[in-house]
Nanobody
Framework: QVQPVESGGGSVQAGGSLKLSCAASAYTYGSNCMGWFRQAPGKEREGVAAIYTEGGTTYYADSVKGRFTISQDNAKDTMYLQMNSLKPEDTAMYYC?????????????????WGQGTQLTVSS
């Protein structure tokens, strides 16, 4: 498995915006879906956004709907996560990985070669 490379994180104030990049795509893995996950201290890793490569269908966790937008640029083998109206509870390490296209709130991935992630810190 190719290890993804995440970038674009940083520190912002609540209500601010930031855009993350992932140097990998579904094309890289021969997978139909790619997505973003995050993990905060003391909490389990959770899926936040995913995209179906062929048709462009997107999926979002309830906590980020209306605020985050996932997109991809297959020519550059890159995936993005535009994050707006950020909240302190969005603070976490963000990772990208291939996954099963989310259904009924279930986010499953068998991916093992996780990247280093990129840190997002939102202050109030």
């Amino acid at each position: 498995q190719v290890q993804p490379v995440e970038s674009g994180g940083g520190s912002v104030q609540a209500g601010g915006s930031l855009k993350l990049s992932c140097a990998a795509s579904a094309y890289t893995y021969g997978s139909n879906c790619m997505g973003w996950f995050r993990q905060a201290p003391g909490k389990e890793r959770e899926g936040v956004a995913a995209i179906y490569t062929e048709g462009g269908t997107t999926y979002y966790a309830d906590s980020v709907k209306g605020r985050f937008t996932i997109s991809q640029d297959n020519a550059k083998d890159t995936m993005y996560l535009q994050m707006n109206s950020l909240k302190p509870e969005d603070t976490a390490m963000y990772y990208c990985a291939p996954l099963d296209c989310p259904r009924r709130g279930i986010w499953r991935t068998d991916f093992r070669n996780w990247g280093q992630g990129t840190q997002l810190t939102v202050s109030s």
